[in-house]
């Protein structure tokens, strides 16, 4: 899985899940239509309208779909609705030098990547919006300007990326496996 795109920074730090998604459109547990409600308190003026000067309002960033975000993204609570919502906006990554723990294994579980890089190539980023970045789950990187960083990432997320499951999907590849082994716990307890 490789994501080449251009960026949209929200440079600001510490936005928590309630920013991402007020807790007013937890109403569903359906993904599809959550994209609307990204943001929507920056998003939006009171009346609906959307606020010209907000990233994901601006022409320019139409086609970006890596979000470079401050320091600490995803902070709050947890909420799986906070990753479908930027993926149903169209953000595909997460790209900061600090994501909260419980945000980032939602998002990976979900499908949105989260790469945590190196504060001073995350600077880069910040200072650059619409930059040309490619990120690759098999070598865990994010590149630009001919330089590759190198993210955290484990192996299991790795696969499940790479193979297009989630954990349950993972657990059902090994069906026959898992069949096997409880008939066999079942004759040992007869």
Not at 27 to 42: M, N, Q, V
Not at 69 to 76: D, T
Request: glycine share 6%; aromatic share 8%; net charge negative.
């Amino acid at each position: 899985m490789k994501i080449t795109a251009t960026t949209l920074v929200l440079a600001t730090e510490n936005i928590d899940t309630d920013q991402i998604i007020p807790a007013r459109f937890l109403t569903t547990t359906e993904r599809k239509g959550l994209g609307k409600f990204a943001f929507a308190d920056w998003r939006y003026e009171k009346d609906g309208s959307p606020r010209a000067d907000f990233a994901l309002n601006r022409p320019e960033n139409s086609a970006a779909s890596i979000l470079v975000a401050g320091k600490n993204f995803g902070c709050g609570s947890s909420r799986e609705h906070a990753p479908w919502a930027l993926l149903d906006a169209g953000i595909q990554a997460i790209v900061s030098s600090e994501i909260a723990d419980i945000f980032r294994s939602n998002a990976m579980k979900n499908g949105l990547l989260a790469c945590v890089i190196s504060s001073d190539a995350h600077a880069i980023l910040l200072a650059q919006p619409g930059k040309q970045v490619s990120i690759d789950v098999k070598t865990a990187t994010v590149s630009f300007d001919g330089q590759a960083h190198a993210f955290p990432l484990d192996p299991f997320t790795q696969h499940c990326l790479l193979n297009g499951v989630d954990q349950l999907g993972f657990i059902l590849q090994h069906g026959a496996e898992i069949a096997a082994f409880e008939a066999k716990a079942q004759q040992v307890a007869a």
